[in-house]
């Protein structure tokens, strides 16, 4: 599976933004992906993560009520729409696909990683 982030830009703190994950592949469907964040000298972070058919979500404490994974599975596409914006928010978005359909917060759970994208909250 190969991953495309997309979406990530300059925002105001309390604006929105939605990122994007296309993967490459026949059997999107069959893992559930997670999106994670890594901001300049800190480690990778959790943000959310959705199940394969998407009825199950799970979310970082820091982004609770604030951002919402969804899938499209006839697109092959993972979103995380981010509202109220901070600019702790602020890193590099990464989408990542795991093969069991469990909701994983650990980075080693996932095999595959997209490249990134930056999103940058300005205050």
């Known amino acids: 599976v190969q991953l495309q982030a997309s979406g990530g830009g300059l925002v105001q703190a309390g604006g929105s933004l939605r990122v994007s994950c296309v993967a490459s592949?026949?059997?999107?469907?069959?893992?559930?992906m997670g999106w994670f964040r890594q901001a300049p000298g800190k480690e990778r972070e959790f943000v959310a993560a959705?199940?394969?058919?998407?009825?199950?979500?799970y979310y970082a404490d820091s982004v609770k009520g604030r951002f919402t994974i969804s899938r499209d599975n006839t697109k092959n596409t993972v979103y995380l729409q981010m509202n109220s914006l901070r600019p702790e928010d602020t890193a590099v978005y990464y989408c990542?696909?795991?093969?069991?359909?469990?909701?994983?917060?650990?980075?080693?759970?996932?095999?595959?990683w997209g490249q990134g994208t930056q999103v940058t909250v300005s205050s």
């Open positions: 990542a696909a795991d093969p069991h359909n469990t909701i994983e917060v650990h980075i080693h759970e996932y095999d595959y």
């Open positions: 592949g026949r059997t999107f469907s069959r893992y559930a």
């Open positions: 959705i199940s394969w058919g998407g009825a199950v979500t």
